[in-house]
Nanobody, 120 residues
């Protein structure tokens, strides 16, 4: 069984910064893509940023220029540095990872979510 544990959410004023972390643990052979998604109240979950195992990244338009996704493969951890935060960034942020385990099949895992609240 694989677990993704997020940390780093909280309350911040507009213009501030936060850094989210997500660590994967369990029986892991390899982690392919990792990413961050968010869900605001009354809205669907949406992509924020993703990163491949080789470090290629892709961002939602709303995140470009303000957010940076990175990962530490040795620690099975993905990060999201969020700068110049806006009230519209307020949401629950979820970590996602495609993990290859001992059966050598990829499975999709989600973290429990961490709340980010940006006050105006």
């Amino acid at each position: 069984q694989v677990q993704l544990v997020e940390s780093g959410g909280g309350l911040v004023q507009a213009g501030g910064s936060l850094r989210l972390s997500c660590a994967a643990s369990g029986v892991i052979f390899r982690i392919n893509g990792m990413g961050w998604y968010r869900q605001a109240p009354g809205k669907q979950r949406e992509l924020v940023a993703v990163i491949t195992s080789s470090g290629s990244t892709n961002y939602a338009d709303s995140a470009k220029g303000r957010f940076t996704i990175s990962r530490d493969n040795a620690k099975n951890t993905v990060y999201l540095q969020m700068n110049s935060l806006k009230p519209e960034d307020t949401a629950v942020y979820y970590c996602n990872a495609e993990v290859v385990g001992p059966l050598f099949k990829p499975y999709d895992y989600w973290g429990q979510g961490t709340q980010v609240t940006v006050s105006s």
